[in-house]
Nanobody, 114 residues
Framework: QVQLTESGGGLVQPGGSLRLSCAAS????????MRWYRQAPGKQRELVAR???????NYADSVKGRFTISRDNAKKEIYLQMNSLTLEDTAVYYC????????WGQGTQVTVSS
């Protein structure tokens, strides 16, 4: 019955911002390493950002300084604040939880276009 549900995707103009959310029913949520991946058309899936159980973070070079990952253990949610969006950020964004097992969300579309 584990479910990861992303939300917050949509269409934005270059330079704009979006905040993605992921509600994760994994338990115990606090022990899971949480990640955001994305897959652009014709491209391999890539790791965008991760946040550990200790709330340390890592980012892909392409988004460093523009994106921020965070978690709320009480709400069992993670977030991805995306600023200064470019056309290259267009992709389906996936939430992922990993500890003893890996779990994936269904993805949410982010389209950056003028």
């Amino acid at each position: 019955q584990v479910q990861l549900t992303e939300s917050g995707g949509g269409l934005v103009q270059p330079g704009g911002s979006l905040r993605l959310s992921c509600a994760a029913s994994v338990s115990p949520f606090r022990l899971y390493d949480m990640r955001w991946y994305r897959q652009a058309p014709g491209k391999q899936r890539e790791l965008v950002a991760r946040i550990t159980s200790l709330s340390t973070t890592n980012y892909a070079d392409s988004v460093k300084g523009r994106f921020t990952i965070s978690r709320d253990n009480a709400k069992k949610e993670i977030y991805l604040q995306m600023n200064s969006l470019t056309l290259e950020d267009t992709a389906v964004y996936y939430c992922m939880a990993t500890w003893r097992q890996d779990y994936w969300g269904q993805g949410t579309q982010v389209t950056v276009s003028s």
